[in-house]
């Protein structure tokens, strides 16, 4: 399991929509782990902050009550994968949220707080994000209770109606489509939690579909799924990446960079700007930490790690080195030796 991380499921859900809304796709080209690659990998966790992030476009996009049951509305059955077939599965509606709750970190991070009280009765779920943007939080909260209340329709095969509906943030001006999503006006805002309620009827009658062998397989599958997880590399994590490889090869230019990276040199320059770097700060830092790793191969003279480096001769590295480091190429490998 990768902290600080979601499924590609889940993000290429709310990517999807959110371009739906009208968010520029060069705003989103900008985040990490977006790509059609990388969200193609059911291992691959993307960064938490890139969900955060595209939350706030979507929400900003889409002002008001409303955002969240755009993504609610197309999250098909299926769509996040082994999560939505677990929420689905068990001898009953509290049965199957209830044994689910462990593996809910395979679609979102651990951070976020999921929570189901069944007491042989009504069925609760519990939800807070730890998005703190206010808009974006909202439209969290709107799409998680409506997520769930889809799909106890879909286990049960009943269009259930909740005994309530209870969110965190103050309510929007106008929220009709909250109460027309939710089938009631039982709504509440302001409220300590991001609750819905079901009837104890529909929680704890036996689910039609109900596979208890299924729930298992499907149990075992996530927890693999959570073992064999990686995080994708930042953007920041890619780049440094790509650099290295170009000081490597002796390629390095800022339009060879940004072209492996499928974006312009003045993009790039923009990004490293935001991340409080420069490109030539950048292209320092690489030569200096692989100028590191060569000097300790005694059997690599100086000229020819400066040649390694894209350096024009010794000297250069030299004077190079010692703005880097405070000492001379020849004083690091005595160091090294003592």
């Not at 082994?82 to 651990?110: C, K, M, Q």
């Not at 009943?158 to 965190?168: D, S």
């Not at 000081?247 to 974006?263: F, H, I």
């Amino acid at each position: 399991m990768v902290d600080g991380t979601v499924s590609t499921h889940l993000a290429r859900l709310v990517r999807d929509v959110a371009l739906t809304l009208g968010v520029q796709s060069e705003e989103v080209a900008r985040l990490a782990g977006l790509d059609d690659r990388t969200l193609d990998d059911d291992l691959n966790r993307v960064p938490m902050a890139t969900l955060g992030r595209l939350w706030e476009l979507l929400a900003w996009a889409a002002p008001g009550a409303g955002a969240g049951l755009r993504v609610a509305e197309a999250a098909r059955l299926g769509c996040l994968s082994t999560w939505d077939y677990l929420v689905t599965n068990g001898s009953t509606l509290s049965e199957a949220f209830r044994e689910s709750v462990p593996y809910h970190w395979v679609v979102t991070d651990v951070s976020e707080q999921f929570e189901v009280v069944d007491d042989s009765g009504p069925l609760t779920v519990r939800y807070q994000s730890m998005v703190d943007e206010n808009e974006a939080a909202a439209a969290i909260h709107e799409y998680v209770l409506a997520y769930y209340l889809e799909r106890a329709r879909q286990a049960t095969g009943q269009h259930i109606t909740p005994t309530g509906v209870t969110f965190a943030h103050e309510a929007p001006r106008r929220h009709r489509s909250l109460a027309d999503a939710f089938g009631t006006d039982r709504i509440e805002f302001g409220s300590p939690a991001n609750t819905i309620t079901f009837p104890a009827a529909d929680a704890q009658a036996p689910l039609p579909r109900a596979d208890t062998h299924l729930a298992t397989l499907l149990r075992s599958h996530a927890d693999l799924l959570l073992t064999a997880s990686r995080a994708v590399p930042q953007w920041h994590d890619q780049f440094r990446e790509m650099l290295s490889t170009a000081v490597a090869q002796d390629t390095v230019s800022l339009d060879t960079v940004a072209a492996r990276l499928a974006t312009s040199p003045r993009t790039l320059q923009r990004r490293l700007a935001e991340h409080g770097t420069n490109w030539q700060d950048e292209v320092d830092a690489v030569r200096y930490e692989q100028a590191q790793r060569m000097l300790r191969d005694d059997g690599l003279t100086v000229g020819a790690i400066a040649a390694r480096l894209g350096f024009t001769d010794d000297r250069a590295l030299r004077k190079a080195f010692q703005r880097w480091s405070g000492t001379s190429p020849a004083s690091f490998r005595r160091a090294l030796q003592t």
